[in-house]
């Protein structure tokens, strides 16, 4: 499959995930646009560190996962299929194999996204993990027991609740069921009281 098909499509099988903004970055990106590629990265830097930093609950970490999965993804930008997934899917598809890759091996070579794009490239609305030296005292605790589930109930909590989207959104990213996606939720609500007692 050619660059170009994936871009483009008869206007009777326009695919239900395509974004005309989006693909419009694409298209330049896959042109050579270095400035494409920093305006991509733009929109969604902020939200994929946020999915990275609640998965590993490490800023640097998250930081490595977060540079890792958009050199992964600009790589491979041209494998992104508008008929299968929203882009913002595709995205955090990467970023969930990503920070899984992080955990086991903890360590990731990652390349600097100003050495991919050629200039620096800065999400000035990236969210610092010190926001969470102002959670209250209920919040802290839900984040450090949120540190205790499995990586599987981990994920769906994270993507339910601080990504907040839907256990199909769910289903498409993590590969599995929508019902087992709630089924998960279920298990990890349980597991959070547990580890939290009563108060939780």
């Not at 998965?55 to 992104?80: G, I, P, T, W």
């Not at 899917?89 to 050495?115: D, F």
């Not at 769906?156 to 289903?171: D, N, P």
């Not at 087992?180 to 547990?194: H, V």
Request: charged share 20%; net charge neutral.
């Amino acid at each position: 499959m050619t660059e170009q098909s994936l871009l483009t499509w008869p206007t009777n099988a326009a695919p239900v995930y395509a974004d005309e903004h989006v693909q419009a970055l694409i298209s330049r990106c896959l042109a050579g646009e270095d400035g494409a590629y920093a305006a991509l990265y733009q929109e969604y830097a902020g939200m994929i560190y946020r999915l990275t930093y609640s998965l590993l609950q490490h800023k640097e970490d998250a930081e490595e996962v977060l540079q890792d999965s958009f050199e992964y993804a600009f790589r491979r930008l041209s494998h992104y299929n508008p008929h299968k997934s929203s882009f913002k899917t595709w995205l955090y598809q990467i970023a969930i194999s990503r920070s899984r890759n992080k955990r086991r091996r903890k360590w990731l070579p990652t390349l600097s996204l100003g050495q991919l794009v050629g200039q620096d490239v800065t999400d000035p609305h990236a969210p610092q993990p010190d926001e969470l030296a102002a959670l209250n005292e209920t919040q802290q605790m839900v984040w450090q027991a949120l540190g205790q589930l499995s990586v599987k109930l981990r994920e769906t909590a994270v993507l339910r609740y601080y990504a907040g989207l839907s256990y199909g959104e769910i289903s498409g990213i993590l590969g599995i069921p929508a019902k087992t996606a709630e089924s998960r939720m279920r298990l990890a609500i349980k597991a959070l009281r547990e580890i939290l007692g009563d108060e939780g």
